[in-house]
């Protein structure tokens, strides 16, 4: 009488486990790629600033002879913006007709975006 009775087969735990261990595999890679992704991405973002600003200034120097005084005058005349929560802008003037010193900073916990 024991064709009604039912009993776990060890083979369907097996299939449960190797699910559940396939899956998280999948979960892990997929946040690996998202990860580099979003690294990849901060790194352009940084270098297309730092290229914009530099184009502002040779603009100015174009235009008007002498380089921005300010960062503050380059990102209002020339329309300039960027995620001052992502990134760290120094702008050294060296004088009216030598090129600053631009330096852009990804902020720490930026690519944790």
């Given at each position: 009488?024991?064709?009604?009775?039912?009993?776990k087969s060890p083979r369907k735990n097996k299939n449960i486990l190797w699910s559940i261990l396939i899956f998280a595999l999948l979960?892990?890679?997929?946040?690996?790629?998202?990860?580099?992704?979003?690294?990849?991405?901060?790194?352009?973002?940084?270098?297309?600033?730092?290229?914009?600003?530099?184009?502002?200034?040779?603009?100015?120097?174009?235009?008007?002879?002498?380089?921005?005084?300010?960062?503050?005058?380059?990102?209002?005349?020339?329309?300039?913006?960027?995620?001052?929560?992502?990134?760290?802008?120094?702008?050294?003037?060296?004088?009216?007709?030598?090129?600053?010193?631009?330096?852009?900073?990804?902020?720490?916990?930026?690519?944790?975006?």
């Open positions: 009488m024991t064709r009604f009775v039912y009993t979960i892990l890679a997929l946040l690996l790629f998202i990860s580099r992704f979003s690294h990849s991405s901060l790194q352009e973002q940084k270098a297309s600033l730092e290229q914009s600003l530099r184009q502002g200034a040779v603009h100015c120097y174009a235009v008007s002879g002498s380089y921005p005084e300010s960062l503050a005058i380059l990102l209002e005349q020339y329309g300039i913006s960027y995620d001052k929560n992502s990134f760290f802008v120094d702008y050294q003037p060296l004088g009216a007709n030598v090129m600053p010193d631009i330096t852009v900073i990804a902020r720490k916990g930026a690519d944790a975006l």
